[in-house]
Nanobody, 127 residues
Framework: QLRFVESGGGLVQPGGSLRLSCVVS????????IGWFRQAPGKEHEGVSC????????YYTNSVKGRFTISRGIPKNTVYLQMNSLKPEDTGNYSC????????????????????WGKGTLVTVSS
């Protein structure tokens, strides 16, 4: 059964850091790409970062480049999003999901609709 379970969100001051974790089951990370998506209050979902686990290539949306890092963890069914220098505009619910492909033009394109994503973990950046 396809399942993504996120954790690690919370309230953090601007400039702070958080590391999000996503535990994946029913989805083979050895053969598929994975990504983090966020939904800010009142906005559409946005692809934040994606990872090609076969060659290690990554994608970051412009607003997080240089501040966020996506990686695959140990055990290998875990994916992390290290978020540094957080800003209030990073506030949102962060979910992970399988990704069909990604590029600089289309961003992260998920395999499935939001009903098959994780429920997410809430990140609030505020002083």
């Amino acid at each position: 059964q396809l399942r993504f379970v996120e954790s690690g969100g919370g309230l953090v001051q601007p400039g702070g850091s958080l590391r999000l974790s996503c535990v994946v089951s029913g989805f083979n990370l050895d053969d598929n790409d994975i990504g983090w998506f966020r939904q800010a209050p009142g906005k559409e979902h946005e692809g934040v970062s994606c990872l090609d686990t076969t060659d290690g290539s990554t994608y970051y949306t412009n607003s997080v480049k240089g501040r966020f890092t996506i990686s695959r963890g140990i055990p290998k069914n875990t994916v992390y999003l290290q978020m540094n220098s957080l800003k209030p505009e990073d506030t949102g619910n962060y979910s992970c999901a399988g990704v069909r492909y990604f590029n600089d033009y289309d961003g992260c394109v998920p395999y499935y609709g939001v009903n098959n994503w994780g429920k997410g973990t809430l990140v609030t950046v505020s002083s």
